[in-house]
C-alpha cells in the first residue's frame, strides 16, 4: 500500500461494483447511517441488467425472470423496503415455469406447487410417492427459512433445522426415492438453466431455495420496469448521500498487511480511496488479481483456484411479426443427440414482441477475435436451427436484434469466463461465505446465492454480518 494518500475519502463502506447485490447492500447500509461508497469501471450502474435499444426496441442482457414475484412476496418486500419498486412492471407468468422439451417430448410445469405436482404425477404415476416427498421436502426448506417464512426470527447462516438437506443432492434425493432417469433428467434441465449446477452437483437445500419460487410464483420484469428500477436506485443512493465513481476501475484493494486488513481501494487511474471496509461484488476469483499474492494463505487461494464457474450464456434477441402466435411463454429444451440445453422466453411489451433464446456455455473460449468469430458463427446457427425445429412457423418471420456471447458478458460485468452465476454451488462447497481470510473485507453476490433473487438475499445476508443489529429486517418485514 503507498503511503501517500491523492485522495482521503473517509468510507465506513466501499462497495466494488453496481450489479444488484451492490446497489441493494448500498442502501441497506446508507439506510441504517453508514458512510458508503460505490465504484463502477463501466459508464452507469448496472451494465449487466441495463437496459439499451437495438432496433428501436428495447431489450435487456440479463433476463431477469425470479420466483417469488407476486404480490406480498419476498421480492417485492424487498423492493418496497429499498423503495426502488414505483414504476416497477413485474409480469407474472401465468404459465408457470413453461414447456420442458426433452428428447421431442413435451412436459409442462404450471403455475402452483399442488397444480405443478399433479402435472408431474399424470407424466410419472409410478414415481407419485418420489413426487409428493419432493414438494414436500421442498415446502419443508422454504417454511424453515426466515427470509420466506417472516414469522421466523432472523438468523445468520444456515438455520439448523433444515441442515439435513445440506448433505445430500437433489439427484441423491430421487435415486434415494427410486425415481426414474427421465424425471431426474427433467427437473436436472430446468434447474441447471437457473443456477448453473446439476441437481447431481448441488444441494437438495440450495436447490429447494431457488426453485420454489419459480414453481409457486414465477414472473419476469419488463424493460421499462428495469429501467424505471435503475432510476429508483440512483434517487435513492442520491438521497442517502451514497458517493457512485463510475468510469472507476479497480486496479488493488489496499490492504494494512500488518493487521491483515482491508483500508480502501486504488483505480486503474492511481487513485485511493480508503474505508473502514471494502466489499467486493465480484467474481470471487478476482480477489487473486486484486489482492497482493503474498496476503492470502496457500489453502485460500487454492480454494480460489480449484472452484468451478458457472456456465456462461449465448444470448440471441428477435423481433417477432405480430401476426405470429406462440403457444407457450416459456421453453426448455434439451435434446441428448447432440447434447443440447436451451431455453427461450417471449416477453411482449407496448405490441413489442421479443423472443430470447439463451445457449448455456461451460469452460473458456477462444482468445483469438477471429476464432471468437467462427464459434458466434456457429453457436446463433445452433439456435436458430433449433427454434425453428421447435418452430416452424418461425421462420421468415423473426428479426436478429442482438447476438451477446460470454466474453460480452465477461468485459461488462467482470466474471470469469462470463460465468453466468459467479461459482458454482456445491455439496461440498455451498459458494462462498461473506467473509474472508482478511479482515473487514467481504464478498456478497451471485457467488453466495444464485440467481436475481440470490443476489437479493446475499445482500441482505450480507447486511445482517457487518451492521451491530438487525432492526432492519424489522422494517423489511413490516411492508
Not at 440479463?62 to 404480490?71: A, E, F, P, Q
Not at 439448523?160 to 438437506?165: D, F, G
Not at 455439496?427 to 440467481?451: A, T
Request: proline share 4%; charged share 25%; hydrophobic share 40%.
Amino acid at each position: 500500500m503507498s503511503d501517500s494518500k491523492s485522495f482521503l475519502n473517509d468510507f465506513d463502506f466501499i462497495i466494488i461494483g453496481s450489479g444488484i447485490s451492490g446497489l441493494v447492500t448500498s442502501l441497506i447500509l446508507a439506510k441504517e447511517g453508514k458512510k458508503v461508497a460505490i465504484f463502477e469501471k463501466d459508464k452507469d450502474i448496472a451494465p449487466l441488467i441495463r437496459p439499451y435499444k437495438r432496433k428501436g426496441i428495447l431489450i435487456s442482457p440479463g433476463l431477469h425472470v425470479s420466483g417469488w414475484m407476486d404480490k406480498g412476496e419476498v421480492v417485492e418486500k424487498f423492493l418496497s423496503y429499498l423503495n426502488v419498486i414505483d414504476g416497477v412492471e413485474i409480469k407474472l407468468s401465468e404459465q408457470g415455469y413453461g414447456v420442458v422439451n426433452v428428447n421431442g417430448k413435451e412436459y409442462y410445469i404450471p403455475k402452483g406447487y399442488d397444480a405443478i405436482e399433479k402435472s408431474l404425477c399424470s407424466y410419472f404415476p409410478e414415481s407419485k410417492s418420489a413426487i409428493q416427498n419432493y414438494f414436500a421436502s421442498i415446502k419443508e426448506c422454504v417454511s424453515q427459512d426466515f427470509y420466506f417464512n417472516h414469522s421466523l426470527p432472523p438468523t445468520k447462516g444456515f438455520n439448523s433445522t433444515i441442515s439435513e438437506y445440506v448433505n445430500f443432492s437433489v439427484t441423491d434425493f430421487f435415486k434415494k426415492n427410486n425415481a426414474p432417469k427421465e424425471l431426474i433428467d427433467l427437473i436436472n434441465f430446468m434447474s441447471y438453466i437457473l443456477v448453473g449446477s446439476r441437481t447431481d452437483e448441488m444441494c437438495f437445500m440450495m436447490h429447494a431455495f431457488v426453485m420454489s419460487g419459480f414453481y409457486e410464483s414465477p414472473g419476469y420484469f419488463s424493460t421499462e420496469g428495469i429501467s424505471n428500477m435503475l432510476l429508483n436506485f440512483k434517487k435513492e443512493l442520491e438521497k442517502l448521500n451514497v458517493k457512485i465513481f463510475l468510469n472507476s476501475e479497480i486496479e488493488e484493494i489496499l490492504i494494512n498487511e500488518k493487521e491483515k486488513k482491508a483500508v480502501g481501494v486504488k483505480t486503474s487511474k492511481g487513485e485511493e480511496y480508503f474505508s473502514s471496509n471494502v466489499i467486493a461484488s465480484f467474481h470471487p476469483k478476482l480477489l487473486l488479481k486484486l489482492v497482493k499474492k503474498n496476503i492470502f494463505r496457500p489453502i485460500f487461494i487454492k480454494r480460489l483456484k480449484e472452484a468451478e464457474n458457472t456456465c456462461g450464456f449465448y444470448v440471441s434477441y428477435y423481433k417477432i411479426n405480430e401476426e405470429i402466435k406462440l403457444d407457450v411463454n416459456n421453453i426448455v429444451c434439451y435434446d441428448n443427440k447432440d447434447d443440447l440445453l436451451m431455453g427461450m422466453i417471449l416477453n411482449e411489451e407496448k405490441k413489442q414482441r421479443v423472443l430470447s433464446v439463451f445457449l448455456p456455455n461451460e469452460g473458456s473460449y477462444p482468445e483469438e477475435k477471429i476464432e471468437r468469430d467462427g464459434l458466434a458463427k456457429i453457436k446463433l446457427r445452433v439456435i436458430e436451427d433449433n427454434i425453428y425445429k421447435l418452430y416452424p412457423n418461425l421462420k421468415g418471420n423473426i428479426e436478429l436484434l442482438d447476438f451477446l456471447k460470454p466474453w460480452s458478458f465477461e468485459r461488462y460485468t467482470n466474471t470469469m469466463d462470463g460465468s453466468a452465476y459467479g461459482i458454482k454451488q456445491k455439496l461440498d462447497s455451498i459458494g462462498f461465505q461473506h467473509k474472508v481470510p482478511i479482515r473487514n473485507l467481504y464478498l456478497v453476490g451471485q457467488s453466495i446465492y444464485p440467481g436475481f433473487l440470490g443476489s437479493l438475499i446475499s445482500a441482505f445476508s450480507l447486511g445482517f454480518e457487518v451492521l451491530e443489529n438487525d432492526n432492519f429486517w424489522k422494517k423489511v418485514i413490516s411492508i
